[in-house]
């Protein structure tokens, strides 16, 4: 997913709680992203486990936030918990929590997650399975790095620190130097 994915679910939670559930119209563009048709080299959800978003929180701070397709339910991998407070990870996840279920419901191909799909999911801010950084600027990277960490199942926390940052950051600027130039 991209920032995109999260301004637009951001912009219907505000509609969605200033109309209340019974008027309010949910944006065909977040269905589109489900379907996959909205993001380059997207795939439908139905064929995930989880999606990862990029995060940001207040301006300042990435987090990777894993929309746990099993389970309903939501997690924030967060490399620098010192810079967040749990209100504000609450605040920029809730809006998930209620808007996730509401748009697998439109998407209606996910009939068979029943009743998940009519309440707000769960979310949890786990402080230990990710590397915490001594560094300020390094959260991008981190933010990347645990996606794909987690995507493939390896230890966070053990496979990310603050000396082999640089090298991550390099490779993923090759990595879209490079991809930019594909047809």
């Known amino acids: 997913m991209n920032d995109l994915f999260c301004q637009q679910l951001m912009g219907n939670f505000l509609e969605y709680k200033r109309q209340g559930r019974q008027n309010f119209v949910l944006d065909a563009d977040l269905v589109d992203y489900v ?17 990862y978003v990029p995060l940001n929180i207040n301006g300042k701070h990435w987090v990777a936030l894993v929309i746990d397709l099993v389970n309903c339910s939501l997690i924030v991998l967060d490399n620098d918990v ?3 407070k749990p209100d504000d990870i609450g605040d920029h996840v809730r809006p998930f929590c209620v808007m996730i279920p509401l748009i697998l419901r439109k998407a209606n191909k996910f009939k068979h ?13 786990p402080l230990d399975i990710c590397a915490q950084t001594r560094r300020s600027g390094d959260c991008g990277v981190y933010m990347l790095k645990n996606i794909e960490l987690h995507l493939i199942g390896l230890p966070l926390i053990e496979n990310m620190n603050d000396e082999n940052v640089e090298y ?13 130039m594909e047809p």
């Open 82 to 84: 010192r810079l967040t």
């Open 35 to 51: 379907k996959g048709k909205k993001v380059q080299r997207g795939r439908p959800w139905l064929k995930c486990k989880a999606v």
């Open 113 to 125: 997650l029943g009743q998940q799909l009519t309440r707000p999911w769960s979310w949890r801010w």
């Open 168 to 180: 991550h950051r390099r490779r993923y600027a090759i990595e879209i130097f490079y991809g930019s």
